[in-house]
């Protein structure tokens, strides 16, 4: 059983690894090498073929529309559409770096014998194409004779909002002259000749020459030298009006032919559609680029830069393009670069980066690129570097920020906000931010400091509205375990108004152990006066004994709205020494 599963697994990577070299091998080499390359003189590149795996197949179509067909019973022979039946026009030239093919296509034609109009040789001019294919907007319609117009019919794919046909009607203008005219001009200028644009993205079209009015009649001396008019599409790049040397080019050739461009486009689905079919799919070549057609599908052209045959794996090559003498200014020199070129300018010299601009000379001091790319490197190292200190600094700010709220939250500062809520007047308790404090006490520095304890060490403070207060930071950094009561102390304490009390102004809930703002007293703490300390006491026996007294009745007060012992150190508020 497991070696039929292990055979099974084999065949199944087999079959995957087949499919892979077949698409590869499809994307790498289109066509063997036994493909024919030619017919008669046309050359047949890919996508186009005419053996089997020769040309580009695509999934679906009955009638491959790059599959063409070799008519070897002419001398040469002659490339044509695949239903030669019916598209029985030549196939002259294909150039599939921009998307254009040759086709020939026979004049119409409107005679007249003996002065007479001859139907017999009557003769109207039509191309049907295979699916894909439209005639390009760079042929032009023609008609040449007196007094004739050209009329042309055409249908082209409409695809949004829904797939349909459009009929398009078009005319060549009229061309008119005069009796006995003698030579015609050499320019398609209406007098014999006229010409007008066609319609883009026509996939078929009929010509016919009309005549206006009687055509200059049986005396007429035109119809005498130039019996047939003609009129034509062609592409206007391989046509040039001569006068009458093109009447009688046309007049002695029995079935005059023609070239006209005719553009393809592969499938009906868009680029985007069909690339996500990478079997099907032909822009894959390096260099290639994929262009949305008018009639729904897409074609594929190499960038710009680049020459070939974008269907070819490596088909798209770099165009030399310093091999034009021309195309750089001659003060300037031609160096050329992959997919595009450069004009270089001696040194001292700029074009200010325009390769059409001459070069002139440097004005001012000549640029030193060592020195600006070295100056360059060490600004963007300075800008790293600030932006890198930018961010630590920020992260450092937030860090704070966040420790600073934590703090506020353990200490209880929610429930204190709470409760001053539903305090009024000077009295209420002050919630102080830990900025504050440290401008009040320049940092808490050293020269502030008035007093220190067994709990902490107390600094004297100016706030910003000049008032003068003492604060008391704890030695020790532990947070406080019973939040509620020390904010219920803090609101009960701010609320004492004892002249032998210090009032309790606020705190700071921003640091690990709250910070506790009071009223500022100036002269002094009775340590400093019973022990003679900074130049102050000595105290009688009788104002001690007072201080002794106004201290007892001041902790019953406390004690009355505490009810637990509160250690306040006393103090002295006036030169009367009464307690504090």
């Known amino acids: 059983m497991a070696s039929i599963h292990g055979r099974v697994h084999m065949l199944i990577i087999q079959s995957f690894l087949?499919?892979?070299?077949?698409?590869?091998?499809?994307?790498?080499?289109?066509?063997?090498?036994?493909?024919?390359?030619?017919?008669?003189?046309?050359?047949?590149?890919?996508?186009?073929?005419?053996?089997?795996?020769?040309?580009?197949?695509?999934?679906?179509?009955?009638?491959?529309?790059?599959?063409?067909?070799?008519?070897?019973?002419?001398t040469p022979p002659l490339l044509k559409f695949l239903n030669g039946d019916i598209l029985n026009q030549s196939i002259t030239n294909i150039s599939v770096g921009v998307n254009e093919m040759q086709v020939m296509l026979p004049t119409s034609r409107n005679c007249y014998t003996n002065n007479s109009y001859d139907e017999s040789l009557y003769r109207h001019s039509q191309l049907i194409l295979p699916a894909g294919y439209t005639i390009s907007d760079k042929n032009t319609v023609y008609i040449i004779g007196c007094n004739k117009i050209t009329l042309y019919q055409g249908f082209v794919s409409q695809v949004?909002?829904?797939?349909?046909?459009?009929?398009?009607?078009?005319?060549?203008?009229?061309?008119?002259?005069?009796?006995?005219?003698?030579?015609?001009?050499?320019?398609?200028?209406?007098?014999?000749?006229?010409?007008?644009?066609?319609?883009?993205?026509?996939?078929?079209?009929?010509?016919?020459?009309?005549?206006?009015?009687?055509?200059?009649?049986s005396t007429s001396q035109w119809g005498l030298d130039y019996p047939c008019s003609y009129g034509f599409i062609v592409d206007e790049r391989n046509f040039t009006f001569a006068g009458n040397a093109t009447f009688r080019e046309l007049d002695s050739t029995t079935r005059p032919e023609l070239p006209v461009v005719v553009n393809w486009e592969i499938g009906k689905d868009n680029c985007e559609a069909a690339s996500n079919n990478q079997i099907s799919y032909a822009c894959k070549a390096a260099n290639t680029e994929c262009v949305n057609g008018s009639s729904g599908g897409y074609f594929c052209r190499c960038q710009e830069g680049y020459q070939g045959n974008p269907y070819v794996l490596d088909g798209c090559e770099d165009v030399?393009?310093?091999?034009n003498s021309t195309i750089c200014h001659p003060t300037s020199k031609c160096t050329n670069l992959i997919g595009n070129y450069s004009c270089i300018c001696p040194e001292g010299q700029t074009n200010d980066d325009n390769n059409n601009n001459p070069c002139v000379k440097i004005?001012?001091?000549?640029?030193?690129?060592?020195?600006?790319?070295?100056?360059?490197?060490?600004?963007?190292?300075?800008?790293?570097?600030?932006?890198?200190?930018?961010?630590?600094?920020?992260?450092?700010?937030?860090?704070?920020?966040?420790?600073?709220?934590?703090?506020?939250?353990?200490?209880?500062?929610?429930?204190?906000q709470?409760?001053?809520?539903?305090?009024?007047?000077?009295?209420?308790?002050?919630?102080?931010?830990?900025?504050?404090?440290?401008?009040?006490?320049?940092?808490?520095?050293?020269?502030g400091k008035i007093g220190e304890g067994g709990y902490g060490f107390v600094y004297k403070g100016t706030l910003p509205d000049k008032k003068e207060v003492a604060i008391k930071v704890s030695k020790s950094n532990a947070p406080i375990t019973q939040s509620n009561q020390f904010i219920n102390e803090v609101i009960v304490l701010s609320q004492i108004n004892h002249r032998n009390v210090v009032r309790l102004?606020?705190?700071c809930l921003e640091t690990q152990t709250p910070l506790l703002v009071y009223e500022f007293v100036s002269n002094g703490t009775l340590y400093e006066h019973i022990h003679k300390k900074n130049g102050k006491g000595p105290l009688s026996f009788g104002l001690r004994m007072k201080i002794a007294t106004e201290t007892a009745g001041s902790l019953a007060s406390i004690l009355a709205l505490l009810h637990f012992h509160a250690n306040r150190a006393p103090r002295c508020e006036s030169n009367q020494y009464t307690t504090g």
């Not at 007047?425 to 900025?435: L, N, S």
């Open 160 to 217: 949004d909002p829904e797939p349909k046909e459009i009929e398009k009607l078009g005319t060549s203008g009229v061309s008119l002259c005069q009796d006995l005219l003698g030579e015609l001009p050499q320019n398609c200028s209406g007098i014999g000749c006229t010409k007008g644009s066609i319609v883009s993205g026509l996939h078929n079209i009929t010509l016919d020459v009309w005549t206006i009015g009687t055509g200059l009649g």
């Open 418 to 447: 709470q409760k001053l809520e539903n305090f009024n007047g000077p009295q209420a308790a002050k919630i102080f931010t830990k900025e504050e404090l440290k401008n009040a006490t320049n940092n808490f520095d050293d020269s």
């Open 505 to 507: 102004l606020g705190c």
């Open 320 to 323: 030399d393009e310093c091999t």
């Open 363 to 416: 004005v001012g001091k000549p640029k030193n690129t060592s020195l600006q790319i070295s100056l360059g490197v060490c600004l963007s190292f300075v800008v790293v570097l600030v932006l890198t200190f930018w961010i630590y600094c920020g992260m450092k700010r937030r860090k704070f920020r966040q420790l600073k709220e934590k703090y506020f939250k353990e200490n209880g500062g929610l429930l204190l």
């Open 18 to 74: 087949l499919m892979v070299a077949v698409t590869l091998a499809s994307a790498q080499e289109p066509r063997p090498a036994t493909c024919s390359d030619r017919c008669g003189d046309v050359e047949i590149p890919y996508p186009f073929g005419i053996e089997p795996r020769c040309y580009l197949e695509l999934p679906g179509q009955e009638e491959q529309q790059f599959k063409v067909t070799c008519d070897r019973a002419t």
